[in-house]
């Protein structure tokens, strides 16, 4: 299969949350790419031969909330199926968490709700990526659920905040709970929607003005987003070199 065959399938739940930086990153390797937006009435969303890597996005809404967001079902199943026919998968924050869930892992709320620009650091867990993400590295969470460690899977990054923030399992499944994709025009649409969020505080919750005084360290993480992708997308190739 060559670049221009790779087919990238994103499942995007809300409009304010799109792939970023990972559509830059698709686009410059020439892949093609699709959006599915479950947001639309009904959603239409793909079979697994229909793509080749399969991206879930982030979003306001529950991993848990099934009755609120009916097609969060549908959802489930598609990434079932894109795990039994051996795709590679991505998920952002919630897509983490309906990665982790699928694979059998309880999604659950968190302590504390993590919302703004803290640092996390890698975890070794012997995989090829490791290396990837800088430790300490600051990055964009926005989040109040976490996940707990999918069987089988390896743990790649921690916070002080929450334990598991990103995860590998068998070598095709990613799940980040943060964001390395945005842009900072990007925090701004994130923090200008989900302001209400903000104002319920907490000790790990920043102010909006804080967040966007610190958008500009976005543009810091296209780098690293590009190494994880690079590397995570062709560990099934460099295995067959």
Request: hydrophobic share 40%.
């Amino acid at each position: 299969m060559t670049d221009n065959e790779i087919r990238v399938q994103v499942l995007q739940h809300v409009a304010f949350e799109a792939p970023f930086n990972i559509e830059v990153w698709a686009k410059e390797k020439g892949y093609t790419l699709s959006k599915t937006y479950l947001f639309d009435e009904p959603p239409r969303l793909p079979k697994p031969d229909a793509f080749d890597y399969l991206v879930i996005m982030g979003g306001p809404m529950g991993a848990n909330e099934d009755k609120k967001f009916p097609w969060l079902t549908a959802e489930k199943k598609l990434i079932e199926s894109a795990i039994a026919a051996k795709k590679k998968i991505l998920g952002v924050c919630l897509g983490s968490q309906l990665i982790a869930q699928v694979l059998g892992a309880n999604v659950t709320a968190h302590k504390y709700k993590e919302i703004g620009w803290f640092p996390i650091e890698s975890v070794n867990g012997g995989t090829p990526l490791n290396g990837t993400i800088p430790s300490p590295l600051l990055v964009l969470h926005w989040h109040s659920d976490t996940f707990d460690l999918p069987q089988g899977a390896k743990l790649l990054a921690r916070s002080s905040v929450c334990e598991n923030q990103a995860f590998i399992w068998s070598e095709r499944v990613l799940g980040l709970q943060f964001h390395l994709e945005v842009q900072p025009e990007n925090v701004r649409d994130i923090v200008a929607h989900c302001r209400k969020e903000l104002t319920e505080g907490g000790p790990f919750v920043q102010r909006a003005e804080s967040i966007l005084a610190e958008s500009g360290k976005a543009l810091s993480l296209r780098p690293v987003l590009n190494k994880v992708l690079d590397s995570f997308f062709t560990l099934e190739q460099s295995k067959k070199a």
